[in-house]
């Protein structure tokens, strides 16, 4: 789960990154960018719950 | 149908011409005269990540704060200067959809070169050095009270050697996000000139990586129930530094200004202005949502309210109007203490100086909100791009490399250390040896 979230944050970028390549229109590019964004924040939010301790019984 | 581009990539050291000495004498003495007083905001830094740490780890947390800065200054002058490029000479360049792609500078190391490279360029060098200090700090106040000091210097040197310089040439030193104006039409380029990106959001994103590969302190989260609280140990220490902080801050966003934004000097004024403003919106807001929440303000989280609203405007006070400043500073002040709250409560994240809060999340609202108030049309795109490197690339290799560097340097002290405390378990002394020690309660 940590990995798997840090992993998914580059793919985001390069979204963003091929917005600029692909999209002269910036409707467009704008809609896309914030699609990268929205990958970058689900590969963020992974990565989060990774991170969380596990409560009470849950915990060895 | 419009015909795609080819994206092959190919890297090519490309000479680059010297930036040219376009600063009058009196504009490199004032930008000077800023630069000396900047590291005031170091000062502060220092100071709070002190006091927000406990007493038996203080002087380590001192100690660290300098050998951190050591450590940075040593590798950037070395390596990272060179990768930085602001001094030209050459840099890497990917041909990519029919354009250039500046993404790593390549000149001489050890600074060579710097004594005969024009003004502009010897202060555009100083003024990273100075950031690249700062950015090292942030993480250090994260990890307090449990990361080791020989790996908070060997971090601060994979900062200051890679990250840094990385985003340092992206963003100021003629890199493809400075470029996004020139080569895609999209609004003046990625705008940074205080260091909100490079310095903060770097710092800020490092702490998080910091933070989850140590782990929380021992006691922190409990088996049952919320998290302990554990105070910082000095909140006139903290406040003071929140004072030096402002010094540093109104230097380093007027330096900034003239450096990055080619700000006329009649500007000035207004940009030392705004950065008051958003500190101050943003202390009022921390104050009342703190007073509204606990019944009364709370020290530390206003601290961190003041030093989120300089941040903020690490990144808009060059152009923006004061009431817009207050805006920017009201809204890292509001979100400042509810985030804290969040991360330390719902998320399991053990920040003892907020950096994450402070410095990431509020830089980035200040990335944000510059897109929103630049005048150039489409800058909020710019902005949006900048942020999406950001997060989506350089956080995923700051966590890569640190998490390679906890493998050979480990971060975590040994759990007797933890419980001894910083100060005896690794230089030998405390930093109050007069003062009675407490037992800790969550060690029970």
Redesign the interface.
Known sequence: M?YAG??V??????L?IAA???F?D?AR??AF??C??A??GM??VVA?RG???P??AE?P | M?A??P?IPAAVATPIPVPLATMTDAAFALTLGLLLLAPMAIAGVALINTGLGRSRSAAQAMLGNLALIAVAAIVFAFVGASFAGSLGSAEIVLH??G?DWSVLGFGAFLLHGLNAAAPQSQLAVLFEFLSVAMVVLLPWGSGADRWRLAAGCTSAAIIAGLVFPLDAHWIWAGGWLSA?GTN?G?GAGFLDAGGAATVHVLGGLSALAVV?IAG?RRGK?P??GLSTAMPGHNATYVLFGCLLALVGWLAWNTAGAILWAHAPLAALPGTAINTLMSASGALAATYSVTRFRFGKPDASLCANGWLAGLVASSACAAFTSPVESLFVGGVAGVFTPLLVEVLELA???DDPTGAITVHGAAGLWGLIAAGFFAPQP?QL?AQ??G???L???V??LI??LFALLNRLVPFRVDPDGERMGMDLHEIGGGAYPEFVIHRDESYR
Not at chain 1, 9 to 14: D, E, V, W
């Open positions: 940590k840090l992993l944050m580059p793919a985001g970028f390069f963003t600029l390549a692909l002269p910036p590019r704008l960018v914030l990268g964004l990958v970058i590969g963020l989060v991170h969380m301790l409560r009470g915990r | 419009n795609i581009p994206m990519l959809a354009k996004l895609f999209v989850w929380p989260f088996k049952e998320l399991s994240i489409g795109l949006l791009i942020v999406a490197a997060l989506g690339f956080f995923p966590y890569l």
